[in-house]
């Protein structure tokens, strides 16, 4: 078989770079192998993502930036493929085609297990709309996917819930990725032992709103119930050898349940860090995000799930300019920060997507007001950021050592809050936990020293 070189651009989320790395998986049995140079690849795969500002526009533009490098392989008597995929993709699929002829193939995220049919039609030389396929198929995309490639690494991704019922009037992701969908927890549990097996010691799960997950009880579970929750499927993952932490991540406030909660508290691997986006803290604006649940409903949640992990870390996700939100409402989201208190957060500028709800509201608020406002909560946002960050000097804690640092001698990883560490470490210590002194607290990571480090597998064995 011919090796082929495949370049892939993953943006946006945790579930996309899920996502690129099994189309990377999916495209392996066609003899494509990754190169991290695109103008080496024989198909390059821009996985996109539309949750940012102008999504399609960047999309559009990327797409015209490789442009030279197609008619450059075309120059050497070589076909270069391009493929767009993901979000922006399944919303704008014969757009893109329309405006960007240099695009082969273009598939929505559910999709992506047909990837290597619609390749092979294109290296075929088919042209035109037969190589859009966005459609939201019958069948499940994860039934069709071939076993992980080998060596992803100590921390991984594993995808467990797709899609979203919640219809937030800001958000496409109803749009996009469709109805939630939870995966047969067999099949999560089938995937995790290959990633541990493969030497992950954490394993994120992923998915739109990943606490709605509802997957099959497997069959072996008799006499239970039909379908497994979120806390329920924890617990399973945490009887797997070798599987030293757990996370999951993206969370609605309103499937914060009481085994979820007890979860925290209970099961040692789940990772006392949790990503709890709330969007507002004004109940007005909360009403017209169509949140369904109010500021006071998430301290509430906020307070069970500290009683249950003292130690719990959270971060969120804040939406400022939402149309209609007036200087109150802005302070009442600053009220709510100063009360919870965050390790970490994301927080943006509204910018319609087109579609939904609130991109047709009337009361759209000024580019200044939003840049305003955003800068303050960036402020008090990073100064708890500094202060959680400081707050962890002189502490020990175990870190995941995941890659090599920019300075020889070092490598980085993650504590379990999230914080990105750096030690001086030689490179046998990559992909195990060690325990580090907390010395140095900067805005945005930690350093630290090991002061106990798992044993060489030789040298345990001697």
């Avoid at 990377?24 to 795969?45: C, F, K, Q």
């Avoid at 109805?179 to 089938?190: D, F, Y």
């Avoid at 993650?414 to 914080?419: E, V």
């Amino acid at each position: 078989m011919t090796t082929k070189k495949l370049y892939i651009r993953t943006y946006g989320c945790q579930m996309n770079v899920y996502d690129s790395a099994r189309m990377a998986d999916v495209l392996a049995p066609l003899g494509y192998v990754p190169t991290e140079l695109p103008e080496l690849a024989d198909l390059i795969l821009l996985n996109t993502c539309h949750i940012r500002e102008k999504a399609s526009e960047k999309v559009f533009s990327e797409v015209g930036r490789l442009r030279p490098l197609k008619q450059a392989a075309e120059a050497e008597g070589r076909r270069l493929l391009i493929a767009v995929a993901g979000c922006v993709a399944q919303a704008e699929g014969e757009e893109i085609q329309r405006r960007a002829p240099a695009v082969d193939i273009v598939l929505g995220p559910q999709t992506y297990h047909r990837l290597p049919e619609l390749v092979r039609r294109a290296e075929g030389g088919e042209r035109g709309r037969g190589l859009v396929d966005t459609d939201f198929p019958v069948e499940s995309k994860f039934d069709f996917l071939p076993e992980e490639a080998e060596g992803r690494g100590p921390a991984a991704f594993l995808s467990v819930q797709e899609g979203c019922d919640k219809f937030c009037s800001f958000c496409v992701v109803p749009y996009t990725r469709g109805a939630e969908a939870s995966r047969p927890a067999a099949q999560v549990l089938a995937e995790a032992r290959r990633l541990v097996a493969g030497g992950a010691l954490e394993i994120t799960l992923l998915g739109q709103n990943v606490n709605a997950y509802h997957g099959e009880a497997p069959a072996q579970a008799a006499g239970g119930p039909a379908s497994w929750n979120l806390a329920r499927l924890v617990r399973a993952l945490a009887e797997l050898d070798g599987l030293e932490r757990i996370r999951y991540t993206t969370s609605h406030p309103s499937d914060m349940d009481d085994e979820l909660i007890a979860a925290h508290g209970e099961v040692a691997q789940l990772m006392p860090y949790l990503h709890l986006p709330v969007q507002s803290g004004s109940d007005r604006i909360l009403a017209a995000m169509n949140r369904r649940h109010a500021a006071d409903d998430y301290r509430r949640i906020v307070e069970r799930l500290r009683e249950a992990r003292p130690d719990l870390a959270l971060s969120s996700d804040f939406i400022v300019g939402f149309p209609g939100e007036r200087d109150r409402d802005f302070a009442e989201t600053l009220r709510l920060i100063g009360d919870v208190g965050y390790a970490q957060a994301y927080s943006f500028k509204y910018s319609p997507r087109p579609g939904t709800p609130a991109a047709g509201t009337a009361e759209q608020v000024p580019e200044p007001v939003k840049a305003e406002r955003l800068a303050m909560l960036h402020q008090l946002l990073g100064a708890q950021q500094q202060a959680f960050n400081q707050a962890t000097l002189g502490r020990r804690l175990p870190v995941l050592l995941e890659r090599a640092a920019k300075h020889p001698g070092q490598l980085n990883g993650r504590s379990p809050y999230m914080q990105s560490v750096t030690v001086a470490a030689p490179d046998r210590l990559l992909g195990t936990v060690a325990e580090v002194e907390i010395l140095e607290s900067h805005p945005n990571s930690v350093k630290g020293r090991v002061v106990a480090a798992p044993q060489p597998a030789a040298a345990s064995a001697a």
